[in-house]
């Protein structure tokens, strides 16, 4: 797994908090075990017209505030709550406020791909900002352009080290090849292919409709190989219908998928049952619910990485070297 230094030398003049909404909150309280602090406390409850509503019940004047919420399903909820504690830490004279996104909502609407629609993500980082968050921090972005939607610092990280370090302790991996689930994903791929010392192969499709993706073809030597599957995302499953293709090119029945979030709609955990899927391995950016929870998914935690990136944020410490592989 990969391991990442809590310690720090410098001296922060302002308290350090965190606090977390209830979308993840398993995640926040494994973050704060790592700093050695104890998670803030605060309350959220929803009126019965469904309005939401925040409580912060300690002071934060003059701290600096982290606040961890990942905007999973209920993602209107999850958004509304985070801004909210935004709105609420400023209002509370709180000395910097840093939104930890691990799951950014909206992420895969940034962009107009036709006339009179709404750039989401963009709306979504105005709100944040225009509400008073002086820092954002996210994990493996559908999109790394949407950083410049931003005019406040934005630290993007990934959890490829922790998928990648899962996948060098395995010992087939020498017979694998790693695969972008398409041509969007070449980039992610290959530096996960990279760190692996391992071929990339891309799937090419081509999308039908709204809900249905074709791959068209197949680029690179995957004869005999197992397949290493990788991409950000895993919702619908429409990725999990595609991997017959990679056994049909003559890859061997055995495919493993390493995505970072794992929303898993019920038609996702539905393809897992395919037999030629060996494991997915996702992370906990997303807390996953009993329902989810699928004998192939495995977990991988990255509270050590977000506590790590706290820490050295309030230390005023370079996060530089954790930024690898982003």
């Known amino acids: 797994m990969a391991s990442f230094r809590t310690g720090s030398t410098a001296i922060a003049t302002h308290p350090l908090r965190l606090f977390s909404g209830s979308a993840n ?10 700093l050695r602090i104890k998670l803030g406390r605060a309350k959220t409850s929803w009126f019965p017209d469904t309005e939401v509503h925040v409580l912060i019940q300690e002071v934060v004047r003059g701290q600096d505030v982290f606040i961890l919420q990942s905007c999973s ?68 972005i559908h999109n790394p352009a949407i950083q410049g ?36 994903r070449a980039k992610l791929a290959g530096k996960f292919a990279e760190s692996l010392h391992l071929p990339l192969v891309i799937m090419h499709k081509r999308r039908e409709s709204v809900n249905r993706v074709k791959t068209t073809h197949i680029v690179g030597d995957i004869e005999g190989k197992i397949p290493i599957v990788v991409d950000d995302i895993i919702a ?9 293709a990679l056994v049909e090119a003559g890859a061997q029945p055995e495919i493993h998928l390493a995505i970072t979030h794992p929303v898993l709609l019920p038609t996702a955990l539905e393809h897992l049952e395919n037999p030629i899927i060996r494991e997915l391995v996702v992370t ?3 807390h996953l619910p009993p329902e989810k929870r699928h004998p192939k998914i495995h977990v991988l935690s990255v509270a050590p990485l977000l506590a790590e990136v706290i820490k050295r944020i309030h230390a005023g410490e370079s996060i530089s070297p954790l930024l690898r592989l982003t």
């Open 149 to 184: 939607f931003f005019d406040i610092p934005v630290d993007p990280l990934s959890a490829l080290p922790i998928l990648t370090d899962y996948f060098k302790t395995q010992p087939w991996t020498r017979e694998a090849v790693v695969v972008a689930a398409d041509v969007g």
């Open 236 to 244: 619908g499953g429409s990725l999990l219908t595609q991997l017959d």
């Open 25 to 34: 909150r398993p995640l926040a309280e494994e973050v704060a075990r790592h």
């Open 73 to 140: 399903a209920p993602v209107n909820d999850h958004l509304m709550e985070l801004l909210l504690f935004i709105d609420a830490f400023r209002r509370a004279s709180a000395h910097s406020i840093t939104v930890v996104l691990p799951y950014f909502p909206y992420a895969r609407q940034d962009r107009m791909s036709r006339g009179r629609e709404a750039v989401s993500a963009k709306v979504v980082a105005n709100m944040i900002e225009r509400l008073g968050a002086d820092r954002v921090m996210y994990v493996d």
């Open 284 to 286: 906990n950016t997303i």
